[in-house]
């Protein structure tokens, strides 16, 4: 499977992002099938964003020659990101929105500096 290097690092942030162990198989990345019955609410709603960021990264790739990239990955995270920022402070729930990204933003300034 040509994805399968992509798939593979993607967990691999994910797993430094939450300082957890998700096994990295199709079940679980693909399919997010996760067992998070032990997480918290915020972290499970960021990890659903960082794996379906992940199938977007394919989707965006498909039929094309060369395969999907962390950095393409990151940029719909940003994506993302931007997006939820607008509408949870439309709403007037900005700590909630901290609450769920702040993982991801401590992890990631470390990774892409540019990030938002």
């Known amino acids: 499977m040509k994805v ?3 798939w593979s690092q993607i967990c691999e ?3 430094h992002t939450f300082n957890s162990k998700i096994p990295c198989n199709f079940v679980n ?3 997010s099938n996760v067992d998070v019955n032990n997480w918290r609410n915020k972290d499970k709603s960021l990890l659903w964003i960082l794996l379906a960021a992940g199938k977007k990264t394919i989707t965006r790739k498909w039929l094309k020659p ?3 990239t962390i ?3 990151i940029n719909i995270i940003q994506d993302i990101y931007k997006t939820e ?3 949870f402070t439309i709403r007037s729930q900005r700590d ?3 609450t769920i990204w ?3 933003t401590e992890y990631v300034k470390h990774v892409r500096s540019d990030f938002v």
Do not use: A, G, R
Request: net charge neutral; charged share 25%.
């Open 4 to 6: 399968k290097p992509f």
């Open 13 to 15: 942030h994910i797993n």
């Open 29 to 31: 990345v693909y399919l």
């Open 66 to 68: 060369d395969l999907p």
């Open 71 to 73: 950095d393409e990955w």
């Open 85 to 87: 920022k607008l509408s």
């Open 96 to 98: 909630m929105f901290y």
């Open 102 to 104: 702040t993982k991801w």
